[in-house]
């Protein structure tokens, strides 16, 4: 997910070098090469074939690819999953004009190109953004390698602060984003819907999830404005440039409008001290401010709360509600990776994972449940 618009670059060290497959002229899982060509050469300014296409690792929702055309210009193409899916988490003209308006505002974002919803050009919808150049920090080793000076990862803590404040300032009315969705009763809604989505996905029963939910449900707390949430907001969502500052907030599928403490207590949950015991994620890459030199989680709120006037004080709710709704999100994941819509070949490499990821995150709910007494 990364690229400038448009621009003859050949590839840098950015997020889609963690390729899934070899370069590839004609068709592979997810793409028609010939129609997805020729809609490029339509539809993308200045776009030439033939055309080239990555499948880039690390999403577990949307399949995203890199396509490289004939003079080395790189774009980055999105679609969903190969099979049937929450349809609400996977509309691409939805994520298009999400990011199309995004990019009109403070917050930056990859340049929206264009959106095929013609189902016979690649059997689903997809849409097309600028490759921008950077780095995706998925993991500690990440920070060691692009950013070892502390003043840098102090720079990248402010940048994530200060760009969250001003998605949380954006007025959705001003950029287009307006109709979205519902901006009230975000949290019985969100409630609402990943329950539902856990009952329908879920490979084994997991009384923790049922647990944390009815708490959250009984203490709902009362919600103070509403504005663009972005639901998925951490630093593995994000490409970093050189200058310790972020080039684009990423993944911007389960964006909507509502209570935007949401995304703080989601990025809580991810903004680890060293050595912080890591029982949500055994198996995989430990949270990027593994590595050190990050603000705490106490200097984050407080200049998140200084810039934006928000009490945060009840964050501790909002991280429960984000540990079981990331567990919902996950077993969704799996479901499909066990119905082999993925992709091939993944399915026995990483669903004992994602198991022990979900239970982990059902039991940091939990734990949090029961802290409030």
Known sequence: MTGVAGDDVAGHDVAGDDVAGDDVAGDMVGIRAGSVGEWFTQNIAGAQGPFSFDRLAGGH???TYRVTDARGGCYVLRRPPTGAVLATAHDMAREHRIISAVGTTAVPVAPALGCCTDLAVNDAPFYVMGYVEGVVLDGAEKVDEHFAHGEQRRNIGRSVIEVMAALHAVDPDACGLGDLGRRDAYLERQLKRWRTQWENSKTRE???????????QAHIPPQVGSGIVHGDYRLGNMMMGADSRIAAVLDWEL????????????????????????ITTRGLAMPPTEAGGFCTRLEFLARYQELTGR??????????FQYWRLAAIIEGVLARYLKGVMGAGQAETETEVFRHQIDGLANAGLDLIRAWG
Do not use: H, K
């Open 61 to 63: 929702s949307n399949l």
């Open 206 to 216: 997991l009384p923790a999830m049922e647990q944390v939910a009815d708490a959250l």
């Open 255 to 278: 964006c909507t409008l509502g209570d935007v403490m949401a995304d703080v207590g989601f990025i809580m949950n991810n903004w680890a001290a060293p050595g912080e015991p890591q």
């Open 311 to 320: 009490d945060v004080s009840n964050v501790d709710y909002y991280r429960a």
